[in-house]
């Protein structure tokens, strides 16, 4: 068996009930383009989650997700406010730029979380014909730095957004591990706290492969989505194998038991290597970061390939280790004894 590594929760398999899910599904014939009962079970998953009046539609991956989004609410000359370590900023090669054609104003964050502070920097200029208009806020949860934001935090940032006629969009590809961390239901980070528009991650919490662009109300926002979603290539003709990849996630409890395993290795992951190492950012989800000797990272990796984040001084740099629905206690402890017998050398 292929060693369970710690470079990216993408990298990992899919739950055996997802996998069940999709065998179940593979049976006969249904209608194509997501009217089929399976589709349809899983928006009422998605329903019971966040309310009867949502718009939920299914796409392939994050980066669709997040820049279809975004298309399907903002003009051309407008600009989305994101932290500069965001996704779309950092991650997406441009596609909301090319896609949804807009522009991104960064701001740099501790800790990769916007506050209304850091918004209130690209606050000018309205009006101005000559200026690119902002039009949303866009935050990342949880983020890239593997922090989460609170409700309050979300509430904040959605009330001085919707005081000043720009919408609220979150970068959910990892959602279910900040409701697992803050021990809260997904609405109460969503749609409670503000959210206009939420790109929902299933890849990364155990499904073969899918996400869902939810609309919350006014619906209007979403009126013209199903055109946009086609046009931007990412409308399934079987989509009854993402709906039912969904219907396994949401039906029960399987979308916290696997953000919760998650990111309880990444806490026993940072315990394990404490003193060890300097831990970068807090641990609040299923990401570690790490600063190690850069000299040292081939022989890290000697255990499992990782991500070098950020150069330090050109002799430490940071580095980011991902935990997993799958990762074991197990997997967690001999990583963290490589560490410590690689870095006892350093």
């Known amino acids: 068996m292929t060693r369970r590594g710690f470079a990216s929760d993408n990298n990992a398999g899919i739950h055996p009930e997802i996998l069940q899910a999709i065998a179940a599904a593979n049976q006969g014939h249904v209608l194509a383009y ?40 903002m003009r ?36 990769g979380k916007l506050s209304v502070e850091h918004v209130r920097q690209h606050m000018h200029g309205l009006g101005d014909e000559h200026r690119a208009q902002p039009g949303a806020i866009s935050i990342t949860q949880s983020t890239e730095l593997g922090t989460v934001y609170t409700p309050d935090e979300i509430r904040a940032l959605a009330d001085y957004a919707h005081a000043h006629g720009l919408l609220l969009h979150m970068d959910g590809a990892r959602i279910c ?19 206009d528009v939420l790109s929902f991650g299933g890849t990364k919490n155990g499904l073969l492969g899918g996400e ?27 989509m009854r194998f993402i709906g039912a990849q969904f219907e396994a996630l949401l039906c029960g409890d399987l979308w916290q038991r696997n953000a919760a395993n998650a990111n309880a290795m990444a806490r026993r992951l940072a315990d394990r290597v404490r003193g060890i190492v300097e831990i970068a950012y807090p641990v609040q989800a299923n990401a ?40 074991t206690a197990e997997d967690v402890d001999g990583f963290a004894a490589h560490i410590a017998e690689v870095l006892r050398e350093a």
């Open 212 to 238: 869902a662009v939810i609309f919350f109300p006014p619906r209007a926002l979403a009126a013209d989505f199903k055109f946009i979603r086609k046009q931007g290539m990412q409308l399934a003709s079987k």
């Open 76 to 111: 051309s000359y407008q600009a989305v406010i994101c932290a500069s370590t965001a996704h779309i900023h950092c991650d997406e090669c441009g596609a909301p730029e090319k896609f949804a054609g807009v522009k991104l104003l960064t701001c740099m964050t501790p800790h």
């Open 288 to 327: 570690v970061f790490a600063i190690v000797p850069k000299r040292r990272i081939a022989d890290l990796r000697a255990y499992s390939f990782f991500y070098e984040w950020a150069d330090l001084d050109g002799e430490r740099a940071i580095v980011r280790w991902m935990c997993a629905w799958d990762t």
């Open 177 to 195: 591990n900040a409701a697992a961390a803050l021990d809260l239901p997904l609405r109460a980070l969503t749609r409670d706290a503000g959210v």
């Open 34 to 73: 997501g009217d089929d009962p399976y589709t349809q079970r899983a928006v009422d998953a998605f329903k019971r989650h966040f309310g009867d009046d949502i718009a939920v539609y299914f796409v392939f991956n994050g980066t669709a997700a997040n820049t279809l989004g975004l298309a399907a609410v």
